[in-house]
C-alpha cells in the first residue's frame, strides 16, 4: 500500500522569486531609474526638513575611513557619494556619450558641435544673467552658481518621456548635460579653486594619457581600465579637481 505523501510547501527560493516579482517588473521599466530618483529627492527632502533633521546632517556628515594598498583617506558619507559614486554615474554617462560620437547621434563634428555650443550658451546667459542684478554687490562673486546642470537630475527627467520623444532628442539633450557639466567643474577649478596641485595634475594628465593609449592600442582587458581608472580618480582627487571627472575621461577612453 503506498504511504500518502506529504503536502508539499513552497520552496523558500519560489517565495522569494513571488516577493521580487513586483521590483523585478518595477526595474525593467525604462523610466524606473527617473521615479527612483525623484522618490528618493522627495524624501530627502522631507526627512531635511522634518523635526530629525539633524540626524539628516548626521548621517551624510559621518566620517569614514577607506584605505587600499597602504593608501587611505578620510571622507564623510556625502563625499563618498558626491565624488565616488557619482563617478559611475559619469563613467555610464561617458559610455554612452562615446557610442553616440563613434556611430551614434553625435557622429558627425556638426552633430557633436550643435549639444557643445548650447552648453556654451546654457553656461554664459545664466552667468551674465546673475551679474545684471548682482553687480556691485557682494554677491556679484557667485555669478558661477546659475552655470551648473544637476546632470543626475537632468537624465532622470529624461527617462520618465523618453519613450514620447525621439532618441536624437535624448541624446542632444543628454550630451548638452554632459558638457554643461565638465564646463561647470573646470570653471570651479580656474576660478574658485584655491588648492590646484599641479604635480598631481601632470600626474593625472599622463594616466588619461595612458587610457588613451589603451584604447589605441585595442586593449581590452577591462581590469587595466579598472586600474588606470581608479588611480586617475585618486590623483583628480588630490589635485584638487572634482574627482567625477576621471569618470567621463575614463568612459570616452
Not at 548621517?59 to 559614486?85: C, K, M, Q, S, Y
Not at 562673486?141 to 535624448?170: E, N, Q, S, Y
Request: glycine share 12%; net charge neutral; aromatic share 12%.
Amino acid at each position: 500500500m503506498a504511504t500518502p505523501s506529504k503536502p508539499s510547501r513552497p520552496a523558500v527560493p519560489a517565495l522569494f522569486q513571488v516577493a521580487l516579482a513586483p521590483v523585478q517588473a518595477f526595474f525593467r521599466l525604462e523610466a524606473s531609474s527617473g521615479i527612483l530618483l525623484a522618490l528618493c529627492a522627495l524624501a530627502a527632502l522631507a526627512w531635511a526638513n522634518s523635526p530629525w533633521g539633524d540626524t539628516y546632517a548626521a548621517v551624510f556628515d559621518a566620517p569614514l575611513h577607506l584605505e587600499a594598498a597602504g593608501h587611505g583617506g578620510n571622507f564623510t558619507f556625502r563625499e563618498l557619494i558626491n565624488d565616488g559614486l557619482m563617478t559611475l554615474f559619469f563613467f555610464l554617462v561617458g559610455m554612452e556619450i562615446k557610442r553616440e560620437l563613434s556611430s551614434g547621434e553625435l557622429r558627425t563634428f556638426s552633430r557633436a558641435l550643435l549639444p557643445l555650443i548650447a552648453a556654451l550658451g546654457g553656461m554664459v546667459v545664466p552667468a551674465l544673467l546673475y551679474l545684471v542684478f548682482t553687480h556691485g554687490t557682494p554677491a556679484q562673486g557667485g555669478w558661477a552658481i546659475p552655470m551648473a546642470t544637476d546632470i543626475a537630475f537632468a537624465i532622470g527627467c529624461l527617462t520618465l518621456v523618453k519613450a514620447r520623444v525621439g532618441h536624437g532628442l535624448v541624446v542632444f539633450l543628454t550630451a548638452l548635460a554632459i558638457f554643461d557639466d565638465i564646463g561647470g567643474i573646470l570653471v570651479i577649478a580656474v576660478f574658485y579653486g584655491t588648492g590646484i596641485h599641479g604635480d598631481w595634475l601632470a600626474i593625472s594628465a599622463g594616466l588619461g594619457a595612458v587610457l588613451w593609449g589603451l584604447n589605441r592600442f585595442y586593449v581590452r582587458n577591462g581590469l587595466w581600465y579598472a586600474l588606470v581608472g581608479a588611480a586617475l580618480w585618486y590623483a583628480m582627487h588630490h589635485a584638487g579637481i572634482h574627482a567625477t571627472l576621471s569618470g567621463v575621461v575614463l568612459g570616452l577612453a
